[in-house]
């Protein structure tokens, strides 16, 4: 066999096992590994500006693409802990990434050691599994056993430590004979799909809720092949959305307090009847007090993590299952009982969906200056088509995007679910684009995220990676701005000031375009509605052209209350004009 470092082997079985790009910053004790990749070749590395930022780009990378595992690698001490607010939110999702860190000698381990710190049991409750290898012949198992548990069950990250003498340490391993581990993933049966689809052909006005791990499994054309031969709409939930297309006549519209449709509301109050595929029943999604949403309905829930079936509350059946192994006998069973006329006809409360989703809208016509944020995504609709693909984390400006955009295909709509953090949208976005560099990529923040974690701009300029950023700025933390009303407070959440460089911001504080622009991005600043959908298409030509990120700022009002509820979904408060002629909303999907 081959004599080669503990680090070479693990370049090769990350090449064997797929990867193709890593994200990450070297230092000291990581660059024997560093120094393994340069020798081996075969992997494209990406320097981040902040181990957090390459953590996020893993992030993007992974959620990107089906199949893809986003890789972050840094050295000791403050890099494994700047990793870990990416553990957490690929944790959350649910999604694959692996971080591999440097660290003291394992000799030194003890003797608190310069960045030496016991990283993996930080890590440890926001991982599926997080290691320090203390023996080099170890390394191999080490990585072949974390690719296995991300891909494994319920998808989720790890976190490989690799002290510096055991990664420069040789070892024998025999590369030409590795061969990835079997992934394991639960499966329905079929008697549990029947009684499902009893269930379901029990009911009057039934719903399928489509979750994120319909998108993990890969599983989307099932799930509409599903609605179609039932004739059951869709309520997508906001990792699942792209599921469906949002324009497909199946299409309910979303549901919860924040990201949720009018419609989608309406729709699931009227509901008798909701299977839930591969969706968490988040509390955003079903309100805090689940007796309003749960009221009146019978509910099959189908996970491929047992401990969350009845976790939020006690469904009437549960299957645990992956969702494409799921889909694939819901399909099947549904086919046969369609051939022999057992299937109920369910077209009459699918046009009263439709009804519905043509009537209830949101007003986005606004001619206002300063400009109101509904305007924006009306300009987006217009501006980039069904291809395009959205990133994006927390804010007013993911909730009001959530309830005004359209997505018409899985994995694009790309948005840091559970977690939420500031600042992931850059990052996020850099690794989406490092995946799918031929298609059209635009993030999507407030200013606030969009300081968090500027400084990866200059990533994007440096490895040529082109991507639109829409940046709607209002100089507030405008989420909890609006929280705060329920204290009668406007406190600590003004990111206005007079800046002595740039008068022309009227009091708006950070000059975006020029901080872009000094990190090697190009820049455009709009202030009036008119100019939006201008600015958008010369940012489109600017991307292709110079191939680095563009980002085009939007002055908004100070003030905006975005549609959303404090408890319940049936308690929703519209604070703003709705739509009452097509005019209003002129690129909303109506009723097909």
């Given at each position: 066999?081959?004599?080669?470092?503990?680090?070479?082997?693990?370049?090769?079985?990350?090449?064997?096992?797929?990867?193709?790009?890593?994200?990450?910053?070297?230092?000291?004790?990581?660059?024997?590994?560093?120094?393994?990749?340069?020798?081996?070749?075969?992997?494209?590395?990406?320097?981040?500006?902040?181990?957090?930022?390459?953590?996020?780009?893993?992030?993007?990378?992974?959620?990107?693409?089906?199949?893809?595992?986003?890789?972050c690698i840094g050295t000791s001490g403050p890099a494994g802990t700047d990793m870990i607010t990416g553990l957490y939110s690929a944790s959350a999702d649910s999604i694959p990434i692996l971080c591999i860190t440097g660290q003291a000698p394992v000799a030194k381990?003890?003797?608190?050691?310069?960045?030496?710190?016991?990283?993996?049991?930080?890590?440890?409750?926001?991982t599926k599994m997080a290691v320090t290898v203390l023996e080099p012949a170890q390394v191999p198992g080490a990585f072949q056993q974390a690719f296995h548990l991300m891909r494994s069950g319920r998808p989720g990250p790890v976190l490989i430590d690799l002290p510096i003498d055991v990664q420069m340490a040789e070892i024998e391993f025999d590369v030409d004979t590795y061969e990835p581990l079997p992934v394991y993933k639960p499966a329905a049966t079929r008697r549990q799909v029947e009684k499902a689809l009893d269930l379901l052909q029990a009911s009057e006005r039934p719903l399928i809720v489509a979750g994120g791990g319909i998108i993990n499994a890969d599983a989307a054309d099932l799930l509409v092949e599903f609605a179609e031969l039932t004739g059951v709409p869709v309520v997508p939930t906001l990792m699942g959305w792209g599921t469906i297309p949002d324009d497909h006549p199946l299409t309910a519209g979303m549901v919860g307090l924040q990201t949720s449709h009018r419609y989608g509301n309406e729709t699931f109050l009227q509901s008798d009847f909701v299977v839930g595929i591969g969706n968490r029943w988040a509390n955003r999604h079903t309100g805090n007090d689940t007796s309003v949403y749960t009221a009146g309905r019978t509910f099959v829930h189908v996970d491929i993590e047992p401990t969350q079936i009845g976790r939020t509350f006690a469904p009437d059946f549960g299957i645990v299952s992956d969702a494409k192994a799921a889909?694939?006998?819901?399909?099947?069973?549904?086919?046969e009982r369609k051939a022999a006329s057992l299937l109920k006809d369910y077209s009459a409360w699918a046009a009263s969906c439709q009804e519905r989703k043509a009537t209830m809208l949101r007003k986005t016509h606004f001619d206002n200056v300063p400009i109101k944020p509904q305007r924006v995504y009306e300009e987006m609709n217009k501006a980039f088509g069904r291809d395009v693909r959205y990133v994006t984390t927390i804010g007013l400006s993911?909730?009001?995007?959530?309830?005004?955009?359209?997505?018409?295909?899985?994995?694009?709509?790309?948005?840091?679910?559970?977690?939420?953090?500031?600042?992931?949208?850059?990052?996020?976005?850099?690794g989406v684009a490092t995946a799918v560099p031929e298609?059209?990529?635009?993030?999507?923040?407030?200013?606030?995220?969009?300081?968090?974690?500027?400084?990866?701009?200059a990533v994007g300029a440096q490895f040529n990676i082109p991507y639109v950023h829409v940046v709607v700025n209002n100089a507030y933390l405008g989420l909890i701005r609006q929280a705060q009303r329920n204290f009668d407070m406007d406190y600590c959440v003004q990111l206005s000031f007079d800046n002595v460089n740039a008068p022309e911001l009227n009091g708006y504080g950070v000059d975006h375009v020029k901080v872009a622009e000094g990190l090697g991005c190009k820049a455009i600043r709009v202030f009036e509605p008119g100019e939006i959908g201008n600015a958008l298409e010369q940012a489109k030509?600017?991307?292709?052209?110079?191939?680095?990120?563009?980002?085009?700022?939007?002055?908004?009002?100070r003030i905006t209350n975005v549609s959303m509820a404090g408890a319940d979904i049936d308690k929703v408060n519209e604070w703003e004009e709705l739509a009452t002629a097509p005019g209003d909303a002129p690129t909303a999907l109506l009723g097909n």
């Open positions: 066999m081959a004599r080669m470092t503990a680090a070479e082997a693990a370049v090769e079985i990350l090449k064997r096992e797929g990867v193709t790009n890593m994200f990450g910053l070297p230092g000291a004790a990581i660059n024997p590994f560093y120094a393994a990749m340069r020798s081996r070749g075969g992997l494209h590395h990406t320097l981040a500006r902040h181990v957090e930022g390459a953590s996020h780009m893993a992030e993007g990378y992974t959620r990107a693409k089906a199949g893809n595992i986003g890789v381990l003890h003797k608190e050691d310069f960045q030496a710190v016991d990283i993996a049991s930080i890590a440890k409750p926001l889909l694939e006998l819901f399909v099947e069973v549904a086919r993911q909730i009001q995007a959530a309830q005004l955009l359209h997505v018409y295909k899985d994995r694009h709509w790309i948005n840091a679910g559970q977690a939420g953090p500031l600042g992931w949208t850059v990052p996020a976005a850099l298609e059209t990529v635009v993030a999507l923040s407030g200013d606030y995220d969009f300081q968090f974690m500027i400084e990866e701009l030509k600017l991307a292709a052209e110079f191939k680095v990120p563009v980002i085009v700022e939007v002055i908004l009002e």
